[in-house]
């Protein structure tokens, strides 16, 4: 059971570069969203999905773009890469709303992936 | 729109000595409370959750958090730490209904000394 997974683990970046980074879980979590991770600031919602086909904007959503077209997959693409955008990225999944009272509930955390923007 | 307050960056405590990280949140109604930890270049791991119900919440690693309404506050406690418990602990709220907009703290470095 790998749970979620995230790819690349590291990745560095040229400004006004596009890229995608992979987030894949297969515990069938409806919920799926990616933070940014910055020092002093703790982790910031960029987009979530709260099932296949729906996406929605978080606290920092400019600059990103997602789409859910499968349960299991959440790509996160930087459609012009910003030094702005250096950070940690996290994908995180999770049951969903109506599991509220079941043991599992709560997000699972992929390794991370850390951009550089230069 | 929901915020939580991590009120220490950084705490300092000697092995085997107690803990509590301190959590105060802002929300309207009822809250749902959690606690993840974040070992160095490592994604975040769920400690505890709180939904309803008993106040006091048990969770992995020997840690609890009491939910007092009163204070908003949700302070997470481990009454001996041991040096594998330095890491990062993020705070977090969501609001009743719309547990997908996770709201984090900054978090609390702990460091433990022998």
């Known amino acids: 059971n790998a749970g979620v997974t995230q790819t690349p683990k590291f990745q560095v970046l040229k400004t006004g570069q596009s890229m995608t980074l992979q987030c894949a879980q297969d515990?069938?979590?409806?919920?799926m969203s990616w933070y940014r991770q910055d020092p002093g600031m703790g982790l910031r919602l960029i987009h979530y999905?709260?099932?296949?086909?729906?996406?929605d904007q978080g606290e920092v959503p400019n600059g990103y773009n997602v789409s859910r077209s499968t349960t299991e997959d959440f790509p996160l693409r930087l459609l012009s890469a910003a030094p702005s955008q250096t950070s940690v990225y996290f994908c995180?999944?999770?049951?969903?709303?109506?599991?509220?009272?079941?043991?599992?509930?709560?997000?699972?955390f992929g390794s991370g992936t850390r951009l550089t923007v230069v | 729109a929901q915020s939580v307050t991590q009120p220490d960056i950084h705490i300092t405590v000697s092995e085997g000595a107690s803990l509590e990280l301190r959590c105060n949140y802002s929300?309207?109604?009822?809250?749902?409370l959690f606690w993840y930890v974040q070992s160095p270049g490592q994604g975040l791991q769920l400690l505890l959750k709180?939904?309803?119900?008993?106040?006091l919440v048990q969770g992995i690693k020997g840690f609890e958090a009491e939910f007092k309404r009163s204070q908003s506050s949700f302070n997470l406690r481990k009454p001996s730490v041991h040096w594998s418990d330095a890491a990062e602990y993020f705070c977090?709220?969501?609001?009743?209904?719309?547990?997908?907009?996770?709201?984090f703290g900054i978090g609390t470095k702990l460091q433990v000394i022998p």
């Open positions: 995180a999944s999770s049951l969903g709303q109506g599991l509220a009272q079941h043991p599992n509930y709560g997000y699972t």
């Open positions: 515990m069938n979590h409806e919920y």
């Open positions: 999905s709260v099932g296949a086909g729906i996406t």
């Open positions: 929300y309207g109604a009822t809250p749902y």
């Open positions: 709180y939904f309803s119900g008993d106040t």
């Open positions: 977090a709220v969501a609001p009743f209904g719309g547990y997908q907009k996770v709201t």
